[in-house]
């Protein structure tokens, strides 16, 4: 059974910084796109950063750019969002997904989700 599971979620001041981790368990991370995704209540979750299963490659939203940093372990399973200079406006329930295949930078594709992790952002 495919499971998900992010942490590293908080309360944190504008400026500052977090470092969320998504651990997987029951498959093996090297084959998969992995995808960070953010939601706040009453609106749609957003894509915000994305890495290959080939490459490396990486997509960030303009949002988060030159703010943010997707990175995978694939030894320990696992998928980084590095979050720096963190604003009020990345207050939001933070998810990460994986999918076969490419990246996409919608929902739809992706297979599985964890249960997201809360950060806050404020003063």
């Known amino acids: 059974q495919v499971q998900l599971v992010e942490s590293g979620g908080g309360l944190v001041q504008p400026g500052g910084s977090l470092r969320l981790s998504c651990a997987a368990s029951?498959?093996?991370?090297?084959?998969?796109?992995m995808g960070w995704f953010r939601q706040v209540p009453g609106k749609e979750r957003e894509g915000i950063s994305f890495i290959s299963s080939t490459d490396g490659s990486t997509w960030y939203a303009d949002s988060v750019k030159g703010r943010f940093t997707i990175s995978r372990d694939n030894v320990k399973n696992t998928v980084y969002l590095q979050m720096n200079s963190l604003t009020p406006e990345d207050t939001a329930v933070y998810y990460c997904?994986?999918?076969?295949?490419?990246?996409?930078?919608?929902?739809?594709?992706?297979?599985?989700w964890g249960q997201g992790t809360q950060v806050t952002v404020s003063s």
């Open positions: 997904a994986h999918k076969i295949g490419g990246m996409s930078t919608i929902p739809g594709p992706y297979d599985d």
């Open positions: 029951g498959l093996t991370l090297d084959y998969y796109a």
